[in-house]
């Protein structure tokens, strides 16, 4: 099994950034693809950012291209989710989560079997 804890949200103020958290562990060889989701109040979960094992791979949603940078530090068994310039819109419980299986990166929730409790974010306007 496979333990994700995030960490890093809060309250911030449009315009500012915050720095999500992923802390993997248990059995950390089954972490391959990482991903972020999030979910606002009223919608479905959506996709964010993923990340290959090695980093080589990374993809965004295209509502945060430019504004959010993904990264991992395998040996610290972590992932990062670095948010920059926040919008009001971006206000929702962000989660991480974890795909055994894929060499790659894929963008699809149903693929991620790990998955975190979710860290709350919100930007005030």
């Known amino acids: 099994q496979v333990q994700l804890v995030e960490s890093g949200g809060g309250l911030v103020q449009a315009g500012g950034s915050l720095r999500l958290s992923c802390a993997a562990s248990?059995?950390?060889?089954?972490?391959?693809?990482m991903a972020w989701f999030r979910q606002a109040p009223g919608k479905e979960r959506e996709f964010v950012a993923a990340i290959s094992w090695s980093g080589g791979i990374i993809r965004y949603a295209d509502s945060v291209k430019g504004r959010f940078t993904i990264s991992r530090d395998n040996a610290k068994n972590t992932v990062y989710l670095q948010m920059n310039t926040l919008k009001s819109d971006d206000t929702a419980v962000y989660y991480c989560?974890?795909?055994?299986?894929?060499?790659?990166?894929?963008?699809?929730?149903?693929?991620?079997?790990?998955w975190g409790q979710g860290t709350q974010v919100t930007v005030s306007s």
């Open positions: 248990g059995r950390t060889d089954r972490t391959r693809a």
């Open positions: 989560a974890a795909d055994p299986l894929t060499t790659g990166v894929t963008l699809s929730a149903a693929e991620y079997v790990y």
